[in-house]
């Protein structure tokens, strides 16, 4: 197969890589605070596997849907390992333009028999993927299942549950897609780490899947006839259960905004039952006896001083080379860039950007200082492995025991941070224990009014030596904190929770599993039927931190599909379903919001080296408009001009004027301005005005908005069912021509 030569890892925190590196990361970590993966490069050199093998493989799974590509339509990226698994993974993918559009897909192969074991495509055409869906979704299911059973060998796997949708947003010009995830099983029960994930297009078409697979293929499992009763462990759980309160900072991706929540969930101590003892399955293993909160320990009761006011670029250069300085003698450190500017929470930082590198390659990551106070709020170490690959082994030292790595981590905040401490307490959750390098991972929770807050919080990773790993402070200015005062009961969340409580038999390897490879039973808890889910602290009610509320729903004698489809994509925003008037008129702002919400995203608030102040183009759309992004938008596409110093949001829309948005947005105003050329047929043609005459009979011609009854109503205004339709044309046409706003 291949010699595991490493070469090198993928770092995470805005990585520059070069030479031997090619692959970016991101900074990031997963829901319990455990670090993400990397990625470790094998050497190109020690590899036997040819491309022609890979594509041979992959042709196999799809026979005849590739035949338009060629071999050198495919590229192979370098082979890797994880640190966890070694494990050779290789990447294949294509590329290619046809008829003027591009077809793309990635492969990822793993293991000597290549196993592929992600897959995600990329068609030429998604026309017939839009909505409405060729394919219902129980349709796609079923396509899904037989895709899995034919070429995944999942005759062991089962339906599990649909995947979240992460996304905010979907533009109408993207295909409806459809998720599910399968489950493999033993002895019925499903195994947690042994899943896979199909996506089906609204047309049927398989477009990606994700496999996971084990490290090893030799496992034992507990025998699933020697478990305690289901009842029995549930009572017990109820018993036991206790839950805590906790402000939660929400922040929505489209506009940058926060907002904070009071809620109620399970105290996080409690994970799950081992279902052959009844055993509490805790993060460092199982217990007879659960553990009980941890009592809220202020870092420091009294604010520090800030560690140096104003620093200048100059100081936080000298700060940063002094921090990142590395005692060898064969890597040199190279700060790339230093620049001002205010970071992912709004807060001025100095950011710099720095590489460090050796005679076969190098790696970089960045550091974020804070300018009013001069301490480190981001940073990744990167010199460990760094002296690793050249040959050096900076670690000798007998690994830290929790308490002792603990204490180096409250040495270095006090240390580098001292300003933001008063806000922090001490960890409250189990640390992350990295068994393979002997490192800790921290966690300070803010706290707010005694209360600890969810999505604030100070993270650091210590190395078994005890040096720095990482250092990130996610501090957030919130102006309104909740009270607490008119909050439901303790007792009274306590029962709600009781009553939502169901327990799922899963096979499981817990972390600190003496038994190598052995997978225990294990009763995971499941409040309202789904993960994430929270209570409102005020009204006890449901909600969940990824789907939020459900979707409103609404009625029309004809556009209600559409109206419901745009409400569910969050296109169209609709407060109250029963006050909600389909036929009612609507604004140029309104529509205009909805137009340019179904044809391209919009990032409010993000940052990035180097942006200009914003632009005005209306006197009275200034950027706290809460329309201010669409509007500009739709100014620099062309499909508003700015002939007026306002935009008269409030007014109404005629079907002449949208008519002209809908042309400029398929890029055709070109040939609609010459009006000369095109000839009215309708009874009310002298009502247009001759300088839109082409954009009417285009949008008519292509079928965006329709003449009824040989009378185009161009003055007429424009209600909210005929933009839901005429928008989803719209979408169905800029697909067809492969225009989009980008």
């Not at 007429?716 to 492969?738: D, N, P, Q």
């Amino acid at each position: 197969m291949a010699k595991v030569k490493k070469l090198g890892m993928i770092v995470t925190s805005s990585v520059l890589s070069f030479s031997m590196f090619s692959s970016i990361a991101n900074a990031t970590t997963s829901d319990n605070g455990q670090p993400e993966k990397v990625r470790i490069q094998v050497a190109a050199t020690d590899t036997v596997i040819t491309k022609e093998e890979l594509i041979k493989k992959f042709r196999k799974m799809f026979p005849n849907q590739f035949d338009f590509l060629t071999n050198s339509d495919f590229q192979v990226s370098s082979s890797h390992i994880f640190p966890d698994d070694e494990t050779i993974r290789h990447d294949l993918y294509f590329t290619k333009t046809i008829n003027g559009k591009r077809v793309y897909g990635n492969i990822g192969f793993v293991g000597e028999d290549l196993d592929i074991e992600y897959f995600s495509y990329q068609p030429s055409t998604i026309t017939d993927a839009l909505f409405p869906a060729k394919v219902s979704k129980e349709q796609a299911r079923k396509i899904a299942e037989e895709f899995m059973t034919r070429f995944l060998d999942g005759k062991e796997y089962r339906f599990e549950t649909d995947t979240f949708n992460y996304y905010p947003q979907q533009i109408l010009t993207e295909p409806i897609r459809y998720s599910f995830s399968f489950a493999r099983t033993k002895n019925q029960v499903s195994i947690a780490d042994q899943r896979m994930e199909v996506s089906v297009l609204g047309n049927g078409e398989i477009v990606g899947f994700y496999k996971m697979f084990p490290g090893t293929t030799s496992s034992t499992f507990d025998d699933v006839t020697q478990i305690k009763d289901k009842n029995a462990m549930l009572e017990k759980v109820k018993e036991n259960l206790s839950v805590d309160i906790n402000y939660q900072i929400n922040y929505d991706y489209q506009t940058s905004d926060r907002s904070v929540e009071l809620v109620y969930r399970p105290t996080a101590k409690l994970q799950g039952i081992e279902a052959a003892t009844g055993k509490w399955m805790t993060a460092k293993g199982y217990t007879s006896e659960l553990p009980g909160k941890a009592k809220i320990e202020k870092i420091t009761a009294n604010p520090l001083p800030v560690k140096q006011n104003q620093i200048t670029v100059e100081e936080a250069k000298k700060i940063a080379e002094q921090f990142l300085a590395i005692n060898s003698d064969k890597i040199t450190l190279k700060i790339e860039s230093i620049h001002e500017m205010e970071n992912y929470n709004g807060v001025p930082v100095i950011y710099v950007q720095y590489m460090y590198q050796h005679k076969t390659g190098g790696s970089g990551s960045s550091l974020e200082i804070n300018k009013n106070t001069g301490e480190i709020i981001h940073y990744y170490n990167m010199k460990d492995h760094l002296l690793t690959e050249i040959g050096e082994n900076p670690k000798t030292e007998k690994a830290l025991s929790e308490q002792e790595a603990l204490a180096k981590a409250v040495k270095y905040i006090k240390e580098w941070i001292p300003s933001y401490l008063h806000n922090y307490a001490m960890p409250v959750e189990e640390a992350f224990y990295d068994d393979r390098l002997g490192s800790y991972f921290f966690t300070f929770p803010r706290i707010m009014n005694d209360i600890v807050v969810m999505g604030d919080q100070i993270s650091v990773g210590i190395a078994a030596d005890g040096s720095l790993n990482s250092l990130n402070v996610n501090f957030q200015e919130i102006e309104n904190w909740p009270s607490s005062d008119n909050v439901i009961s303790e007792q009274e969340a306590k029962t709600i929770l009781e009553q939502a409580l169901t327990l799922k038999l899963t096979y499981m390897k817990h972390v600190k599993n003496e038994k190598e490879n052995h997978y225990d039973l294990v009763y995971l808890p499941i409040f309202n039927g789904e993960p994430y889910s929270y209570i409102d602290a005020y009204t006890g009610e449901w909600n969940n931190l990824f789907n939020g509320k459900d979707s409103i729903t609404v009625s029309h004698p004809w556009a209600e599909q559409e109206l419901n489809y745009l409400i569910n994509a969050k296109v169209l925003d609709v407060k109250d379903a029963t006050s909600f008037n389909g036929d009612a008129s609507i604004t140029k702002g309104e529509a205009l919001k909805v137009l340019m919400n179904s044809i391209t995203y919009f990032y409010y608030g993000g940052y990035y080296p180097g942006q200009e102040d914003p632009n005005q183009t209306f006197d009275n759309i200034d950027p706290k408009h809460p329309l201010y992004r669409e509007i500009e938008r739709a100014v620099e596409a062309g499909i508003i001009i700015a002939d007026s110093r306002n935009f008269d949001v409030d007014s109404p829309i005629t079907r002449e004027e949208l008519s002209v948005w809908m042309i400029r947005v398929l890029g055709l105003e070109q040939a609609a301005k010459d009006s000369s050329i095109y000839k009215l047929d309708f009874a009310d043609a002298g009502k247009v005005h001759s300088a839109n005459a082409g954009y009417v009979a285009m949008a008519n011609s292509i079928g965006l908005i329709k003449a009824e009854q040989n009378r185009f109503n161009p003055d007429r205004e424009v209600t909210y069912a005929e933009l839901a339709a005429s928008t989803i044309r719209l979408a169905h046409a800029i697909a067809e021509s492969g225009r989009g706003l980008r």
